[in-house]
């Protein structure tokens, strides 16, 4: 009987390698193509850009490069949102300084309408309070009536909101101001026995300017009414 006879026993095959098995294997030891420089540079695997064969150095090298370009992408992204920030709070600084220049309500508002269209490019916004005896305000001042009171009450679903804006909404809120589409941001103020409401509108749905965010709305709001109360006084 030779080895060519079919009625031999088959040989053993070996068992194919899987390639988590090569994966795991290559992991446990990572000096394997140490002095087998030849055979890593003979391996050809596909370019991840053009398709075409390159030898594994070549694709390790654009690997690493596209890595390092998305590293330092994300590093630029994080140094302008830095930098934008910092832009930022120093406008809000700048803003402060100057209300504290005002030596009436009325006057408060009107220097908060200038530095918001200047800084942060807010060219619409009212300031709704509940009013003394006597007391003639002038826009963007307007009296807070039970009637819009409650409305804002029954309308906000928390003292610091976001609302979409349409021709009723902004006529509504903002008297005066030619702007039927986009958001508003509204802050309720506490002043003393008294309250009232900060209203800020953008035209653009999407990117609110940074100043009506939610944390700088309640921030900016705490400082109107600390204002309001001592130059009311």
Request: proline letters at 13%; a positive charge.
């Given at each position: 009987m030779t080895d060519d006879d079919s009625?031999?026993?088959d040989?053993?095959?070996?068992?194919?390698?899987?390639?988590?098995?090569?994966?795991d294997w290559l992991s446990c030891h990572p000096d394997f193509f140490e002095g087998r420089e030849a055979l890593l540079a003979s391996m050809q695997i596909s370019h991840p850009q053009t398709g075409g064969a390159v030898s594994l150095v070549e694709r390790l090298i654009a690997t690493l490069r596209a890595r390092t370009e998305l590293a330092e992408g994300q590093h630029q992204a994080l140094l302008n949102a830095a930098r934008h920030h910092d832009q930022q709070a120093s406008a809000m600084r700048a803003l402060v300084l100057s209300l504290l220049q005002a030596e009436s309500p009325d006057a408060l508002a009107q220097t908060l309408t200038a530095e918001l269209g200047e800084r942060f490019g807010v060219q619409h916004l009212t300031v709704w309070r509940q009013l003394s005896n006597g007391e003639w305000p002038q826009p963007?001042?307007?009296?807070l009536d039970d009637d819009t009171d409650q409305w804002?009450?029954?309308t906000l679903c928390c003292a610091n909101d976001t609302l979409t804006l349409d021709s009723a909404t902004s006529e509504r809120l903002l008297p005066g101001a030619s702007l039927s589409d986009g958001r508003c941001a509204v802050i309720r103020l506490a002043l003393g026995d008294?309250?009232?409401?900060?209203?800020?509108?953008?035209?653009d749905k999407?990117?609110?300017?940074?100043?009506m965010a939610p944390d700088n709305m309640t921030w900016l709001g705490e400082v109107m009414s600390r204002l309001l109360l001592r130059t009311s006084s």
């Open positions: 009625s031999a026993p040989r053993q095959r070996p068992e194919a390698l899987k390639a988590d098995q090569v994966s963007p001042t307007h009296e804002l009450a029954s008294r309250h009232g409401y900060l209203v800020l509108a953008h035209p999407a990117a609110l300017p940074w100043v």
